[in-house]
C-alpha cells in the first residue's frame, strides 16, 4: 500500500547548544514520505533535543530545516502544527483533567474553521462543525481501541492507555509527518506490542510519515525502514536496519569499547 | 424560623457577590496556571472606569444625558479597557513567560496588581465615585402568610444575586461544553502540549483575561453600586481567597458553592455562635473556615487531586 517517496523533511547541519553545553553538533539527515524513520541512542546522546528542534521547541544555533520545500530556521511549535507536524510527548504531556474524548478534540482545534468567539458562541455552523470534527475523533477512538474509556479523565487511565490518547491526540491533528518521543518508554511487553502495531497501522492505513525515537534497539530495528543512530550529540550511523546493526560505532556506542 | 431563613437567604446571596469575584480567579487559573493577585485591581479598575464613564459621557455627549444610555454606553467602554488591559498583559507580560513556573507568573501578577492600582487612580481620579445603575434600594417582605411578620429580603441583593447566578451559569456552559471552552483547559493544562496541537496560546490568554475583565466589571458595578467605589473595592477580594480554597481553584461549580457556603457561614455563625465569642466573627469567620479545609481538603471541595508520578 504505502511507497517510500521523496524527501519531505531535511534537516542540514543543526547544532544545538544550552550554555557551554553542546546537545547536538552538525546533524544531517533527511526524511523520506511514508517512510518509518527511527533515531536512536544510548541516554542523553540528544535524541528529544533533535525532536525538539524539528518541533520548534527548540531554537538550533546553526544549521536548518527544510519541511516541504520551506526552509525554517526559528519556528515556534505552533507554526510548526499548522505545517502538518505533530507530536507526543517522551513523559506524558496530556491534559489530565480533561476527558479521554475532549483530550483527541483539542487535536482538531487546527482543523476548525470557525474562530474562537464563533466556537465560544456554539450556534449555527459552529455547531455543525463540532458535530463533524467529533465524527473524525470517534474514528480514532475506534482505531485506537479506547471506546471504553471516551468520558474517562485521561489522568486515570493505566500507562500504557495514556500513551495511546497520546498517539490519538497528535492523530486527531492529521499529520503528515508525526513524531513520536519514545512511544513505548515504560511499557511492558504486550503493551508496546500495541503499540508498535498502532504505529505500523498508521504508517500504511494513512501514509503518515513517523520520526521515532527509541533507546529500545531490538524494537526500533523491526518497525523502521532508516535508522541515524546519534551518541553524545553527533551521528555515528544513518541507514537500514541491518546496516546500522553491523556498523562498528554503533556497537561501541551501545557495548562500550571493546578492550 | 423566619429570622433563620432571612439570615440564610441574606447569606446566599452575599455568597453569590463572592462567588462573582471567585469566579475571576478560577478563570485564570484554569486557562493559564497563574493565581492572579491582581483580580482585586481589576475589579477596583473595572469598577472606576465604569464609575467615571458614567459620569463623563453626559459631559461629552449632551444628547446621551439619558441615565440608561449613559449606563450602558459606559458599561461597553468599560468592557473595552478591559479588553485592552487583556491585550497588554498578554502582549507585556504572559507571552515572555510562556512555560515558566507558577511562582514567577504570580509575582508577575502581583506587580501588576501596583500597577492597575496606580493607573486605574491616574486615569479615573482617587475620590469616592458612585455608580448608579438603578439597582432598587427598598427592600421587600415576603411569605407574609407563613411567618410573623413576614421575611425580609433586600431587593438590591436579590437582583444582583439573580444576575450573578446567570453569569456563572453561562461561564460554566462555556467552559464545559464549546470548543474554546476545550482550548482553555486545554491551555491551562499544558502549555507546551498545547502549542505543539495549534492552540494558540497568545489569543487563548486574551480571551481568557478579557473574561476574567468581564467578571471583574460585572463584580465591581454590583459591588461598586453597593458600597462606592473606592480603593477599599480591591480589598473585596479578599474575601474570594477563602472561597477559592474552600471550593477548588480549578472549579467553576467549586467556586459557587465555596462562596455559598461562605456566604451562608458568616452570616450564620454571627448570629448563632457570634455572642458566644463576643461578636464580630463574620469578618474572620471565612478565612478560619478556609484553614480547616486547607488541614483536611487542600485541594478544596471541587479541585482536581494532583496525584504525579514519582
Known amino acids: 500500500m504505502r511507497r517510500v517517496g521523496e524527501v519531505i523533511l531535511d534537516v542540514r547541519n543543526i547544532s544545538v547548544q544550552f550554555g557551554g553545553v553542546k546537545a547536538l553538533s552538525d546533524i544531517s539527515f533527511d526524511v523520506r514520505e511514508h517512510e518509518i524513520r527511527a533515531i536512536i541512542g544510548p541516554n542523553g546522546a540528544g535524541k528529544s533535543s533533535m525532536l525538539n528542534c524539528i518541533n520548534g521547541v527548540y531554537q538550533p544555533s546553526e544549521g536548518a530545516i527544510t519541511f516541504r520545500g520551506q526552509t525554517f530556521r526559528h519556528m515556534n511549535s505552533r507554526q510548526v502544527a499548522q505545517m502538518g507536524v505533530a507530536r507526543t510527548f517522551q513523559n506524558l504531556a496530556l491534559f489530565k483533567g480533561m476527558s479521554v474524548l475532549d483530550n483527541i478534540m483539542t487535536g482538531r482545534n487546527l482543523h476548525m474553521r470557525r474562530n474562537l468567539l464563533w466556537q465560544a458562541l456554539r450556534w449555527g455552523p459552529a455547531e455543525r462543525e463540532e458535530i463533524a470534527q467529533r465524527e473524525k475523533v470517534e474514528r480514532i477512538i475506534d482505531f485506537l481501541e479506547i471506546q471504553a474509556y471516551r468520558k474517562t479523565p485521561v489522568g486515570r487511565l493505566p500507562y500504557g492507555l495514556q500513551k495511546r490518547v497520546d498517539l490519538g491526540r497528535a492523530l486527531a491533528m492529521e499529520p503528515q509527518v508525526l513524531l513520536l518521543d519514545e512511544p513505548m518508554a515504560g511499557m511492558n511487553v504486550e503493551e508496546k506490542q500495541d503499540m508498535c502495531r498502532f504505529i505500523l497501522d498508521v504508517n500504511e492505513e494513512f501514509g503518515t510519515t513517523i520520526v521515532l525515537i527509541e533507546h529500545d534497539m531490538g524494537v526500533v530495528m523491526d518497525i523502521s525502514d532508516r535508522v541515524v543512530v546519534l551518541d553524545y550529540g553527533r551521528k555515528i550511523g544513518d541507514g537500514a536496519p541491518d546496516e546500522v546493526r553491523a556498523n562498528p560505532d554503533v556497537i561501541r556506542a551501545y557495548l562500550g569499547t571493546q578492550h | ?310
Not at chain 2, 471552552?181 to 493544562?189: E, F, I, Q, T
Not at chain 2, 480589598?235 to 474552600?246: E, F, G
Open chain 2, 1 to 310: 424560623m423566619a429570622f433563620f431563613i432571612e439570615t440564610l437567604i441574606g447569606g446566599l446571596m452575599a455568597g453569590m457577590l463572592y462567588s462573582l469575584i471567585a469566579l475571576g480567579f478560577v478563570l485564570i487559573y484554569k486557562a493559564s496556571g497563574v493565581f492572579n493577585f491582581a483580580q482585586g485591581a481589576m475589579v477596583l479598575f473595572a469598577a472606576l472606569a465604569m464609575a467615571r464613564f458614567a459620569e463623563w459621557i453626559p459631559q461629552w455627549v449632551p444628547a446621551l444625558a439619558n441615565p440608561i444610555v449613559a449606563n450602558v454606553l459606559a458599561f461597553a467602554l468599560a468592557l473595552g479597557v478591559m479588553v485592552l488591559v487583556a491585550i497588554a498583559v498578554e502582549k507585556l507580560a504572559l507571552s515572555r513567560l510562556v512555560n515558566q513556573e507558577g511562582i514567577t507568573l504570580l509575582m508577575a501578577t502581583l506587580g501588576f496588581t501596583y500597577f492597575l492600582d496606580g493607573l486605574g487612580q491616574t486615569l479615573f481620579g482617587n475620590d469616592i465615585y458612585k455608580i448608579d445603575v438603578g439597582m432598587p434600594k427598598d427592600p421587600v417582605i415576603v411569605a407574609e402568610s407563613l411567618f410573623q411578620g413576614g421575611i425580609l429580603i433586600s431587593k438590591e441583593d436579590l437582583y444582583s444575586a439573580l444576575i450573578a447566578t446567570v453569569l456563572v451559569a453561562l461561564l460554566a456552559l462555556f467552559f464545559q461544553k464549546t470548543a474554546t471552552g476545550r482550548a482553555l483547559r486545554a491551555v491551562a493544562d499544558d502549555h507546551q502540549a498545547a502549542q505543539s496541537i495549534g492552540i494558540p496560546l497568545s489569543t487563548i490568554w486574551i480571551i481568557v483575561w478579557s473574561v476574567a475583565g468581564f467578571v471583574a466589571l460585572v463584580a465591581g458595578v454590583i459591588w461598586g453600586s453597593k458600597l462606592g467605589v473606592q480603593f477599599s473595592l480591591s480589598l473585596v477580594a479578599l474575601k474570594a481567597l477563602p472561597v477559592v480554597i474552600l471550593g477548588g481553584l480549578t472549579s467553576i461549580p467549586g467556586a459557587i458553592v465555596g462562596g455559598l457556603v461562605i456566604g451562608v457561614g458568616e452570616k450564620l455563625s454571627e448570629i448563632y455562635i457570634g455572642p458566644m465569642l463576643g461578636g464580630g466573627i463574620e469578618i474572620w469567620f471565612a478565612y478560619v473556615l478556609a484553614l480547616l479545609f486547607l488541614l483536611v481538603r487542600p485541594q478544596g471541595l471541587f479541585g482536581e487531586k494532583i496525584i504525579d508520578r514519582v
